[in-house]
């Protein structure tokens, strides 16, 4: 069982996918976005043709939060994420996965941030479903 979830792929990618924080799947393996959320977003990586294994894959916050993360949580958090994020010295597209990755996730030189839905939000509703793929999309004609 993982304490904290840290950001997972190789420093040398060109996108960072980055969300909330980890869930109880998360958690037990240790791993970011490896559970129902998680295989959504490997079902939508896999329709466009981005192989999981060349992007980063963070969060916010690196252990689990019960709905949103408090503003103290994200402070205590950001300073891992901003290290992980420094040591991606390729990454030129982040994609925000939601709104507490939208607000914030730090910004970086030269690179494009896109929002999209949470999965676990795009999963649930046809609207956000399609706000995500339209996304996707979007991050497609970027790469
Ligand atoms: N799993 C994660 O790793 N992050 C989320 O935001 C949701 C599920």
């Known amino acids: 069982m993982a304490t904290i979830v840290r950001g997972e792929g190789p420093k ?3 996108i960072v996918f980055v969300g909330e924080c980890p869930g109880s799947t998360e958690i ?3 791993r970011p976005f490896v559970g129902r959320a998680g295989k959504f977003l ?3 990586l896999k329709i466009h043709k981005i ?3 060349k992007v980063y894959i963070t969060n ?3 252990i689990t939060c019960d709905g949103a993360p408090s503003p103290q949580m994200v402070r205590k958090h950001l300073p891992i994420l901003r290290k992980e994020l420094s040591q991606l010295r390729k990454a030129k597209i982040i994609v925000l996965l939601g709104k507490t990755a939208a607000r914030n996730v730090p910004l970086i030189n030269n690179a494009t941030y896109i929002e999209l839905p949470h ?3 795009a999963m649930r509703f046809t609207k956000m479903r399609k706000k995500f793929e339209a996304g996707m999309k979007q991050l497609i004609k970027l790469i």
């Open 60 to 62: 916010v916050v690196k």
């Open 12 to 14: 040398s990618a060109k």
């Open 28 to 30: 037990k393996l240790g």
């Open 51 to 53: 192989n999981r294994k």
């Open 119 to 121: 999965p676990s939000a």
């Open 42 to 44: 490997d079902k939508q």
